[in-house]
C-alpha cells in the first residue's frame, strides 16, 4: 500500500496544530489588549492626564506628574543616547566597516542590545546613584540612554550600509572628504531608517520600568528638579497596582492604557515613516 | 578654454582638521559601547564585593535569605530564575514555531501582513504591561480554573505529581513561568519567521517537485537550513526571560524558600532586586542584592552571547526584528 495517505493525515495534523498555536497565540495577546482597553477606558477620564496622582484612598486625582517624568526622562534619554548612538552607528557602517575593532563592537553591542534592563539600573545605581548621594531624575534618565544607545547604533549602521556605495563613490570623486560625504550624502539618503531607529528606541525605553526603580525612584508630587527623585508612569503603575487601594489600582489600569497605546502608536509611526519615505527598503 | 580651480591652501587644512575631528568622534562613540559593558562588569564586581568575600562561596549554595540575620544566599532567587525560564520556554517554543510555520508557509497573502505585524507590535509591549495583566486578569483565571485541574491530574501523578501539589494561590512560580512565555511568543515567533524567510525558495521548490508534502518542506528543508537561527532565536528570547524584571515580579509572590510545588511562591533574581534594592538598609544587604546583579549578568551574557554567536552567521538585515 502506498504511505501517501500516512503522510497527507501527519500534513494535516501539522499544519493544523500549526495553526491552532497561532490561534492561541493570538488569542492570549488580544486578551491583553481586550482587558486593557475594557479596563483602562473604564478608569480613564481626563482628569488622568490633567491632575497629580492622588493620596491613597481618596478619589480623583491624576498622573499627570508621572506622564511629565515619564515624558522628560525619556527626552532626555534619547537626547544623550541617540547622538552617541548615531555616531557610533556611522563608524561602524563608514569608518570601520571591515576592521576587526568594529566586529568587537558590533558583537558587544549586540549583546547590551538584549542585556537586562534591571542591570543598567544597578550600573547607573553604582555610578550616578550612590556619588550624587540620591535618587533622581537625570539618573533615571541616562540609564534609559543607555538603554536605548545599542537600538539606535543598530539601526543607524543598518541603515547607513543601505546607501548604494555609488553615490558615496560619486561623492569622493568630486573631491570630498569622508566626513563631508557622510553629512551630505549617507546622512540625507539614510534619513527615515535613522529616524525609525530612534523612534523606536523611545518606544522601547518608554516602558521601560525596571532601571528606573532605583534611580528615578518615584515622587508622589510635583517635580521638575532633575538632581531629585521624579514620578513616572511605570514605577508609579508597578506601585499603585500592588497597592491595596482602589482608587489606586484603577489609575494603574489607566496609566497601563495610556503608556500601551502611546507605545503602539510610536510602533505604528516609526512603521509608517520606513514604507513612506524609503520604498526601496519597505519590510517583508 | 579651460578653468583653473584654485584650492586655497588653508581651506584645505580646514577639511582635514575637520575630517580628524570627524572621525575621532564617531570613533570615541563607538569605543563608548564598549566601555559601557567594561563599566557594567566593573560595578557589579565593585558593588558585589563586599557581599562575596563575607560569603565566599556559600553565598551561591545557600538558600537563606534574611535580612534579619543579615544571612544571604543566592540559590533561591537562581533557582526561580531557571525554572521560570524553563516553564516560559517549554511554553512558548512550541506556539512560537507554530506561528512561524504559520506565517511563512500556510498563511494566505492577505493574512500573511497583518498577522505578522501584529505579532511585532505585541513585541514592542513593554514588559510592566504583561506582568500587570497577569496579576489582575490571568492569576484569578489560574487560581479558579487551571491549577485545581492540574493539582488533580497531574498532582496525582507518582514522581512528577511533587511538582503539582499544593494550594491554588494563583500566584506563583507556574504563572510567573506563564506569563514570561506569553510576553516571549511575539518574540521568539518573529525572529524564527525572518529566519524561516531567508531559507531559498529553490530548496524548498526542489522538495515540492519531488512530491513532499508542506509539512515535509518545513521538517526536512525549512527547519534543517535554518537550525542555527532558530537556536540562535530562541536563545535570545531565553535571554530575554531570564533576565526580566516586571513580568515576573508582579506573579511570583516573592519567596525565597525553594519550594518542590511550581504552584507555590518563589522568586527570581530579577524580581528580588526589584521588591528589595530600595529597602536594603545594610550595606552587606545591598551588596548581595548588586551580587544577586552580578549572577544575572553571568548567566544571561552566556546565553546571550552563545545566542548572538549563532546568529552571526546569518545576514543581518534579515534578522530585522531582533
Not at chain 1, 539601526?155 to 560619486?170: F, H, R, S, Y
Not at chain 1, 489600569?253 to 500601551?260: F, H, R, S
Not at chain 2, 500573511?112 to 484569578?140: N, T
Not at chain 2, 513532499?212 to 530562541?234: D, K, L
Amino acid at each position: 500500500m502506498s504511505r501517501r495517505p500516512v503522510r497527507k493525515v501527519i500534513n494535516a495534523l501539522a499544519l493544523g496544530l500549526s495553526a491552532a498555536a497561532t490561534l492561541v497565540g493570538l488569542a492570549l495577546l488580544g486578551a491583553l489588549l481586550w482587558s486593557l482597553a475594557r479596563e483602562g477606558l473604564a478608569h480613564f477620564s481626563l482628569d488622568v492626564l490633567t491632575r497629580m496622582t492622588p493620596a491613597p484612598a481618596t478619589g480623583g486625582g491624576g498622573l499627570l506628574n508621572a506622564i511629565y517624568g515619564s515624558a522628560i526622562m525619556t527626552l532626555i534619554g534619547i537626547l544623550i543616547g541617540g547622538p552617541i548612538g548615531l555616531l557610533a552607528g556611522t563608524y561602524l557602517a563608514e569608518y570601520g566597516r571591515n576592521a576587526r575593532l568594529s566586529s568587537v563592537i558590533r558583537f558587544v553591542n549586540d549583546v547590551l542590545l538584549s542585556a537586562p534592563s534591571i542591570i543598567i539600573g544597578l550600573f547607573v545605581y553604582e555610578l550616578v546613584v550612590v556619588p550624587m548621594g540620591n535618587f533622581s531624575a537625570i539618573s533615571g534618565a541616562i540609564s534609559l540612554a543607555i538603554i536605548a544607545m545599542p537600538v539606535i547604533v543598530r539601526t543607524t549602521e543598518d541603515m547607513l550600509n543601505l546607501v548604494p556605495q555609488g553615490i558615496k563613490d560619486a561623492s569622493t570623486a568630486m573631491g570630498a572628504y569622508h566626513w563631508r560625504t557622510i553629512v551630505s550624502i549617507a546622512y540625507p539618503a539614510a534619513r527615515s531608517g535613522m529616524l525609525t531607529g530612534l523612534l523606536l528606541a523611545v518606544a522601547r525605553i518608554s516602558g521601560e520600568t525596571a532601571p528606573l526603580l532605583f534611580t528615578a525612584l518615584n515622587n508622589q508630587f510635583w517635580s521638575t528638579s532633575l538632581k531629585a527623585p521624579m514620578a513616572n508612569l511605570p514605577v508609579v503603575i508597578f506601585q499603585f497596582a500592588l497597592s491595596p487601594y482602589d482608587n489606586w489600582q484603577q489609575l494603574a489600569w489607566a496609566g497601563a492604557l495610556v503608556i500601551t497605546v502611546a507605545i503602539l502608536v510610536l510602533s505604528i509611526i516609526a512603521r509608517v515613516v520606513v514604507s513612506r519615505l524609503s520604498p526601496a527598503r519597505g519590510r517583508k | 578654454m579651460s578653468t583653473v580651480v584654485v584650492i586655497d591652501p588653508r581651506r584645505l587644512a580646514g577639511q582635514r582638521l575637520r575630517e580628524r575631528v570627524f572621525h575621532g568622534t564617531t570613533l570615541a562613540a563607538a569605543l563608548l559601547v564598549l566601555a559601557l559593558l567594561g563599566g557594567v562588569v566593573i560595578s557589579l564586581l565593585h558593588g558585589a564585593w563586599p557581599a562575596f568575600s563575607h560569603f565566599k562561596l556559600a553565598f551561591l549554595t545557600r538558600e537563606v535569605w534574611n535580612p534579619v540575620t543579615d544571612e544571604y544566599g543566592a540559590l533561591g532567587a537562581v533557582y526561580g530564575t531557571l525554572v521560570t525560564s524553563v516553564i516560559a520556554m517549554l511554553l512558548a517554543l512550541p506556539i512560537s514555531f507554530g506561528i512561524a510555520v504559520f506565517l511563512t508557509e500556510l498563511a494566505p497573502s492577505w493574512l500573511k501582513r497583518p498577522i505578522g505585524v501584529a505579532i511585532e507590535l505585541l513585541a514592542a509591549i513593554p514588559s510592566i504591561i504583561y506582568g500587570f495583566w497577569g496579576l489582575f486578569v490571568l492569576a484569578p483565571v489560574l487560581q479558579t480554573h487551571l491549577e485545581p485541574w492540574i493539582i488533580e491530574t497531574l498532582g496525582a501523578l507518582p514522581g512528577v505529581g511533587v511538582l503539582f501539589r499544593g494550594a491554588p494561590f494563583g500566584i506563583g512560580v507556574l504563572t510567573a513561568g506563564i506569563v514570561l512565555a506569553i510576553m516571549i511568543v511575539p518574540f521568539i515567533a518573529a525572529v524564527m519567521r525572518d529566519v524561516f524567510e531567508t531559507v531559498p525558495d529553490v530548496l524548498k521548490e526542489s522538495a515540492y517537485g519531488l512530491g513532499a508534502t508542506t509539512w515535509e518542506v518545513i521538517w526536512r528543508v525549512v527547519v534543517p537550513y535554518s537550525r542555527t537561527g532558530m537556536v540562535g532565536g530562541t536563545m535570545l528570547g531565553l535571554g530575554r526571560a531570564l533576565g526580566e524584571t516586571m513580568a515576573v515580579t508582579f506573579v511570583i509572590g516573592n519567596a525565597h524558600e525553594i519550594s518542590r510545588s511550581l504552584l507555590d511562591p518563589g522568586t527570581t533574581i530579577s524580581a528580588t532586586i526589584a521588591n528589595e534594592f530600595t529597602e536594603a538598609t545594610t550595606k552587606l544587604y545591598a551588596s548581595s542584592l548588586i551580587g544577586l546583579g552580578a549572577l544575572l549578568f553571568v548567566i544571561t551574557f552566556s546565553v546571550i552571547a552563545a545566542a548572538r554567536l549563532m546568529l552571526l552567521r546569518l545576514d543581518r538585515r534579515a534578522l530585522s526584528s531582533v
